[in-house]
């Protein structure tokens, strides 16, 4: 997946806060993505992203690749053959490979290995440009059509496939390019004839495409409610995303609250494949992920080992947060304030029972002078004053529960000091809440038969 911070058009965001991306596998959204939708899931959101058909490939069987190029007119030309090479797990990657003369000879070229496990060439890119040796008196105003053919050792898998020159038309070198892509025996053959523009290549370089994929004309992403909030925007809108030296379009497909990784942020989420396509063909052959998120993972240890870099796990951050150096003082004040708590309960209690009990001294001599017996004195005592424990025990659960409901989410803050994304959610332990009021009853319940009791029998 990718994390990073994008340009928008022309806007860079507010003070402190950049617009994000964040692209992913958007088919696995359902299983990595956290948060919650109203409405909707992760799952339907990805499915709005996803670039369709998996593109076309060339398995490869070894690191040994014949290019042949050739040009009518004009001076020599150099081309530098570019390979996106996608591994087994789809992780795409560039190799380079040593440059060529298009002298109309047939050259066996090598630079790839190790190739990873399950190696396919997704897209190559032939970045062309004048023989430094070529003599200045031959560079004219001609257009001249270069041939190009190259061979790779593999399996085709697929036909669909798309040439086309790389960069802004006005400005190419290299137009009218059209190409193939045919099998012949054990290799594949990538064909392809263009026109050059001698002079302009004495300026700029040229570039020629292909891919195993159509090229996409935007690229559909979701945004955070806070982005759309300050862009104005929504389904169906358009804009520009800066990656490097290259412009992305990006139409909006939906909006959600916030997006994984940089809640409460201006941010645009969009799925990596059709990000990485979009890139191909403006000739960013590099990788455009930084870091991997992995759903349920088996062991998550053992990430520790694969030399991937700092590794960060749910588990992990939840015992941080929750009894981590900065979050000590909490649980230090609950086991604090617990029995602080009931200490001041029972003995409050009591006292309120024996000062009560004592003013009415002579009530209760007089109820036994009128042969009312102790058991039956003791029950109204209990009776009373019990009540009164039972209807303090309910209102403090009421007061509690409003106060857990209005002041609780507002005291949970982020790292970030901010509110968290998602909105905290209450939620009610019902088990351990009975199992407290049912044993703060029960104790209020007995040390007012203890004292009303020893009462009684003075």
């Known amino acids: 997946m990718l994390e990073r911070a994008v340009p928008v058009g022309q806007w860079l965001g507010g003070t402190g806060e950049p617009p994000h991306l964040v692209a992913l596998d958007s088919t696995e959204a359902g299983t990595v993505l956290r948060g919650r939708i109203p409405g909707s899931s992760w ?18 069987d070894a690191d040994r690749y014949v290019l042949k190029a050739s040009s009518q007119e004009g001076p020599q030309l150099l081309l530098t053959p570019r390979l996106v090479i996608e591994d087994a797990s789809g992780l795409r990657g560039a ?17 790839c290995a190790p190739l990873p496990e399950g190696a396919k060439v997704v897209a190559m890119a032939a970045d062309v440009e004048l023989d430094p040796a070529a003599d200045p008196d031959d560079i004219t105003p001609i257009v001249s059509t270069m041939n190009l053919q190259m061979r ?39 064909t392809v004839s263009a026109s050059t523009k001698i002079a302009d290549l004495d300026y700029v370089n040229g570039s020629i495409m292909v891919t195993g994929f159509e090229r996409p004309d935007v690229v559909p992403v979701a945004v955070s409610q806070h982005f759309a909030d300050l862009l104005g925007t929504g389904p169906g809108k358009r804009f520009d995303l800066s990656l490097g030296i290259n412009t992305v379009p990006v139409e909006v497909t939906t909006v959600v609250p916030d997006v994984p990784s940089v809640p409460g942020r201006a941010a ?50 939840h015992r941080e947060l929750s009894s981590g150096p900065l979050r000590v003082g909490v649980p230090a004040a609950l086991i604090v304030l617990v029995p602080a708590v009931l200490l001041l309960a029972v003995g409050g209690l009591t006292m309120h029972i024996v000062s009560d009990l004592r003013v009415r001294a002579a009530e209760t001599q007089r109820l036994r002078s009128l042969g009312l017996p102790r058991s039956a004195v003791r029950g109204l005592l209990l009776a009373q ?39 905290a959610l209450l939620v009610w332990p019902w088990l351990p809440e009975t199992l ?19 009462q009684v029998r003075r």
């Open 152 to 190: 790779l050792p593999g399996v085709l898998e697929g036909e669909t496939w798309s040439a086309k020159e790389s960069g802004a038309d006005q400005i190419a070198p290299v137009t009218g390019v059209r190409g193939e892509v045919t099998s012949s025996g054990a290799d594949v053959v990538l």
């Open 43 to 60: 799952a339907a959101v990805g499915a709005g992203l996803t670039p369709g058909r998996a593109p076309s490939a060339v398995k490869l």
């Open 95 to 111: 190799c380079t490979l040593p440059p060529v003369l298009a002298d109309g000879k047939a050259h066996e070229i090598t630079g």
């Open 436 to 454: 407290w009021i049912v044993g703060l009853l029960g104790l209020g319940l007995v040390v007012v038969r203890l004292v009303a009791q020893v």
């Open 385 to 423: 004053h019990g009540g009164l424990v039972v209807l303090l025990t309910g209102a403090g659960i009421a007061v509690g529960a409003l106060a857990a409901r209005l002041v609780g989410p507002l005291l949970i803050r982020s790292d970030l000091g901010a509110a968290p994304a998602p909105e």
């Open 268 to 317: 645009v989420l969009a799925d990596i494949d059709t990000l990485s396509r979009a890139l191909i063909v403006r000739g960013d052959l590099s990788g455009v992920g930084n870091a991997w998120w992995v759903g349920d993972p088996d062991d998550p240890g053992a990430a520790a080992g694969l030399g991937l870099g700092e590794v960060t796990t749910r588990d992990a951050v």
